[in-house]
């Protein structure tokens, strides 16, 4: 998985590129932490290049809006792709997290 991060009018845009597993969790939880304790309470999950994802990446998506919420902060994601998609909906994630279509409607809904 390669992880990019920048930053836009105050809000912390991740975009992950490859396969969300496992393998990669931990350095995924590991920056959007270290985001958080650098005082980040906007992050923006842009999944346009992941085309999977397992329970150990909803797992770290979880963690990361629980902890969010308690600083209050908000995560927001976009640019699913439709195998990410259908997790979501049959893990029932699309009920937890606010999902935008694009990058450009995720920035403009903070």
């Known amino acids: 998985m390669n992880i990019t991060q920048k930053q836009e009018g105050g809000i912390d845009i991740f ?53 969010l919420k308690k600083e209050g902060g908000q995560i927001k994601l976009c640019s699913l792709q439709p195998y990410v998609q259908e997790v979501f909906d049959v893990a029932g994630f699309t009920q937890i997290f606010t999902i935008c279509k694009n990058l450009e409607e995720a920035v403009g809904d903070f």
């Open 15 to 67: 975009s992950l590129n490859g396969r969300f597993d496992a393998h990669c969790a931990a350095d995924v939880e590991e920056k959007l932490n270290d985001a958080i304790s650098r005082g980040a309470r906007k992050l923006l999950l842009n999944l346009e290049g992941t085309e999977y994802i397992s329970s150990a990446g909803l797992r770290v998506l979880l963690a990361i809006a629980k902890k």
